[in-house]
Structures are given as C-alpha cells and as structure tokens.
C-alpha cells in the first residue's frame, strides 16, 4: 500500500504485510535461494531470501521474507 496524501493509518484497511519467516532444522540440500523461495510460496508471495541464506552462511536454517495476506488465516506452523 503506498502513502498519499490524506492517507490515514487508523481507517485504511492493510490487506497484507511483509513477515521474515524463519525456516529451522532444513537439511543442508534445501539451504539454497530456490529451495527457500520455493518453500516461502506455500506461506504466501514470497520476496526475497536474506543475506546468510542466500551465501550460505549459516548453519541449518534459512530465512526468507514473505508477503502475507491478512484476509486470509495465518499460519503459526507449517509440517
């Protein structure tokens, strides 16, 4: 949603929001941008992976930032 001017936070219904999703205990084969992406699509639209991730920097979890429908019932976990 992009600001004008009269925008007004309180009455402007937010339909979605961007969430950094982290993605614990993933097997090393599936620590990689499209693997993540491709696991951030089942949570919504997803945008972009961070740094450490996409390098592979880190040890067994990956991160990834998805775009969240807010109209729709969030998910607290995924199996």
Not at 28 to 38: G, S
Not at 41 to 51: H, I, S, T
């Amino acid at each position: 949603m992009r600001w004008h001017k009269g925008f007004n936070p309180w009455t402007t219904e937010v339909k979605s929001t961007m969430v950094w999703v982290q993605l614990p205990d993933l097997p090393i084969e599936f620590i990689n941008k499209e693997a993540v992406m491709r696991i951030g699509a089942l949570m919504g639209r997803p945008v972009k992976v961070d740094r450490a991730t996409e390098e592979g920097a880190r040890g067994n979890f990956a991160r990834v930032c998805v775009e969240v429908d807010l109209t729709k019932p969030l998910l607290s976990t995924y199996h």
